[in-house]
T-cell receptor, first 114, second 112 residues
Framework: DAGVTQSPTHLIKTRGQQVTLRCSPISGHKSVSWYQQVLGQGPQFIFQYYEKEERGRGNFPDRFSARQFPNYSSELNVNALLLGDSALYLC???FGVGPRYGYTFGSGTRLTVV | AQSVSQHNHHVILSEAASLELGCNYSYGGTVNLFWYVQYPGQHLQLLLKYFSGDPLVKGIKGFEAEFIKSKFSFNLRKPSVQWSDTAEYFCAVNADTGKLIFGQGTTLQVKP
């Protein structure tokens, strides 16, 4: 059974550009969450989606947006990239929302902004 | 606001030594607590979790953690570490939504 898959695995972008990161959840999981992990820090929550609706948003600027598709896959978009957006972006899927659902993380997309 | 603090940023141990990684959280209500591990080049994996009941929880690979409500702590322990335990360890709390709040992580290096 496939785990959470993220694409691409690595990405280099220039300041000011836009980027789209993709995530496919585990089959049967209806919720997808996005996290940003800056080097030397723990992951920080960006968004959670469930059944195509946004269920939570972290403290990130409006340059960050996301959506979930009918097949439960998700995209994270970041506009007007800054050097500080360089990080590992993690996707986690779960069957539902709420504190007690287990989360499975993908391996992440390493974004470098130059 | 909820927060998680991990006291040790970098721990170096010899094989067979005992391990204890500290984790404190700030939240006055009911919390769900987790420890995740990230092996080099791999994705985050759940080690163990606490929701309610017995405050001593056992996880995979011989790890355990104890929830002490009065101290707002959830420390991770292992009696005897192995070289393969070299990894980064994250404590996380989830209080009211699906959002996980992570600590900054502890890098564990086990010398063979």
């Amino acid at each position: 059974d496939a785990g959470v898959t993220q694409s691409p695995t690595h990405l280099i972008k220039t300041r000011g550009q836009q980027v789209t990161l993709r995530c496919s959840p585990i089959s049967g999981h209806k919720s997808v969450s996005w996290y940003q992990q800056v080097l030397g820090q723990g992951p920080q929550f960006i968004f959670q989606y469930y059944e195509k609706e946004e269920r939570g948003r972290g403290n990130f600027p409006d340059r960050f947006s996301a959506r979930q598709f009918p097949n439960y896959s998700s995209e994270l978009n970041v506009n007007a990239l800054l050097l500080g957006d360089s990080a590992l972006y993690l996707c986690a899927s779960s069957f539902g929302v709420g504190p007690r659902y287990g989360y499975t993380f993908g391996s992440g997309t390493r974004l470098t902004v130059v | 606001a909820q927060s998680v603090s991990q006291h040790n940023h970098h721990v170096i141990l010899s094989e067979a030594a005992s391990l204890e990684l500290g984790c404190n959280y700030s939240y006055g209500g009911t919390v769900n607590l987790f420890w995740y591990v990230q092996y080099p080049g791999q994705h985050l994996q759940l080690l163990l979790k606490y929701f309610s009941g017995d405050p001593l929880v056992k996880g995979i690979k011989g790890f355990e953690a104890e929830f002490i409500k009065s101290k707002f702590s959830f420390n991770l322990r292992k009696p005897s570490v192995q070289w393969s335990d070299t990894a980064e360890y994250f404590c996380a709390v989830n209080a009211d939504t699906g959002k996980l709040i992570f600590g900054q992580g502890t890098t564990l290096q086990v010398k063979p």
